[in-house]
């Protein structure tokens, strides 16, 4: 007598057959070590900078912090400042580029998990007309039926089995995909709000050089007119005429090249906002954009937060998304792996054909039901190249990380050191100010009382705008290096 509860054992055997075999091959990610030391810099590492009585002058200290907080470039206090990073992150065109990059990634995420997870459904519906010959199946003496009309209407339904892992990893890797677009776009963001902060400094540090080397060619060339009228006197020499107008005319060759830079950055941040160079921006809204703003009126941070080196991978960016790209690497070696193993398909269908339209609802006369193993026996070396093709991508995925990442030290270990020499050198261009600035009162007082020629005088005071231009190229260099401080530790936005 057979055994009725054999067939559900045998099927029950299957499943569970089916159930071992399932398994994920290749390798299963992890996030490589933090391997770097405890500070940025060769030692000692800067802790406080010095400082000095002028604009911008003020001592920065470093304090360890666990991360970075946002708006970073609020810290300046410039309002207009923030209307330009705020009109930039609103408006950039890169940012809506990378906004759609997301978006495609997400979707092309949503596609495949669709194709693969769940099983394919499709509904077929036909009408053809036909001829059949019975001579054909053999049949010679039947009468040749006339044409005919042939309805189909059928649903069928197809899935394959993941037993190997080779859909989960493609889905691991587009999954990884997604979060490299999503951090590219944080990237761009960040990236985006310090070109506009330090271009913005850039501009405001050319409109004050403009104006400092038109005050020192105008002190010139009141020293040419007097050398020349001494040199008509017989008082100098041609040679002494020369060089004053050789000074005179170097300060206005200067002139067109800020100009020059001057224009380009409004250009810049035109771009930067989202708007074309001739476009009315955010500067002439009646607010003040660029244009207002002051070295001397912003405020210079002076605690600037310092996360660990270790911390710093979970920080930028742009690591996030170099790890996410490794991560994308490595379940490609998987999906190369698992197409070296079987594949099993199954599939089954239902429908009807018939000759008459108001038939085809009557019931279903036609099913099938299958499976399918596919197994790779001979590529000729194909799959077996692109599983070492996958893995020698990961390799470099792996290097091109960890270069990343120390291009992140480095960029931190920059930013360290050059607001200490920063500071240095502003220090050093107050004193030199201070000196001009007194040499330049004694030569008025001097001047006053018929001690020095109004030559010697106008010279004191070219001096005392010479060492300003230089104080001012220094305090914008201050200022644009803190931002990039900021900017190295992976504040966001």
Known sequence: MPNPSRPRRVVVAM???????????????????ATAPSIYTPAPQPTV??????????????????????????????????????????????????????????????????????PQLDAKLSVTREK?????????????????????????????????????????????????????????RSSLAG?????????????????????????????L????????????????????????????????SLRKQLAQADHQLAVYLG?????????????????????????????????????????????????????????????????????????GGAGTQRTSVSDLLTGINVWNIGAGLTQPIFHGGQLRAKKRSAEAAYEAALASYRQTVLQGLQEVADALRALQHDADELQARDEAGRAAHDSARIASDRYASGGISQLALLDTQRQQLQTALDRVKAQAQRYADTAALYQALGARP
């Open 15 to 33: 499943c569970a057959a089916l159930a071992l075999c399932c398994c994920t091959v290749g390798p299963d990610f992890h996030t490589p070590p």
């Open 49 to 118: 900078t010095s400082a000095s009585t002028g604009p911008g002058g003020a001592a920065q200290r470093f304090v360890d912090a666990q991360s970075i907080g946002g708006a970073w470039w609020r810290a300046f206090g410039s309002n207009a400042l923030d209307r330009l990073v705020q009109q930039a992150l609103d408006d950039s065109p890169t940012l809506v580029q990378a906004r759609m990059k997301l978006t495609q990634a997400q979707e092309d995420h949503l596609a495949q998990a669709a194709a693969t997870e769940l």
């Open 132 to 188: 059949v010959d019975p001579a054909s199946f053999g049949i010679p003496n039947i009468k040749q039926p006339g044409p005919f009309t042939l309805y189909n209407a059928s649903v069928s339904v197809s899935y394959t089995l993941d037993l190997f892992g080779a859909n989960r990893r493609a889905l691991e890797g587009l999954a990884a995909q997604v979060d490299y677009q999503r951090y590219e776009l944080d990237a761009a």
């Open 195 to 223: 070109n506009v902060v330090t271009t913005a400094f850039r501009r405001a540090s050319f409109a004050r050089q403009i104006a400092l080397t038109e005050a020192i060619l105008d002190a010139q060339m009141q020293q």
């Open 225 to 256: 007119r007097i050398t020349e009228r001494r040199y008509a006197l017989g008082g100098v020499s041609r040679a002494d005429l020369l060089g004053q107008r050789t000074q005179s005319e170097q300060a206005r060759a200067g002139l067109p």
């Open 275 to 347: 708007r074309a160079p001739a476009e009315p921006g955010v500067d002439n809204d009646g607010q003040g954009g660029a244009g207002a703003i002051d070295l001397d009126a912003l405020t210079l941070p002076t605690e600037l937060p310092l996360t660990l080196p270790s911390a710093l991978a979970r920080e930028r960016p742009d690591i996030r998304a170099s790890e996410a790209l490794l991560h994308q690497a490595s379940a490609n070696v998987g999906v190369a792996t698992a197409n070296l193993y079987p594949q099993i398909t199954l599939s």
